[in-house]
Nanobody
């Protein structure tokens, strides 16, 4: 089992950047696929990015491709989401999640979730 805690959210202007962190507990962190999802008010949760356990493979939603970068440091049990060129439509609560046996964009496949961190981008 892994416990996830996100940090790094905040209020920024359009065009700015933020770096989200997701700290995981447990010795098995390295075996999990890590994903980032977000949920805006009144909208369903949507996939943002995912990274394989080794970090060699990544997936991105089309809406963030080229602006966001997912990474991980298994020695620190931490995953990151670097968000550049932020837009007002990126405003949402961002969640990190861990999946045991699958590398996917589907939130249904993720087994553990953090509590979320708010990102607000003003125009």
């Amino acid at each position: 089992q892994v416990h996830l805690v996100e940090s790094g959210g905040g209020l920024v202007q359009a065009g700015a950047f933020l770096r989200l962190s997701c700290a995981g507990s447990g010795r098995t962190f390295v075996t999990y696929v890590m994903g980032w999802f977000r949920q805006a008010p009144g909208k369903e949760r949507e996939f943002v990015a995912a990274i394989s356990w080794s970090g060699d493979s990544t997936l991105y939603a089309d809406s963030v491709k080229g602006r966001f970068t997912i990474s991980r440091d298994n020695a620190k049990n931490t995953a990151y989401l670097q968000m550049n060129s932020l837009k007002p439509e990126d405003t949402a609560v961002y969640y990190c999640a861990a999946a045991i046996n699958t590398f996917t964009t589907s939130d249904l496949a993720y087994d553990y979730w953090g509590q979320g961190t708010q990102v607000t981008v003003s125009s």
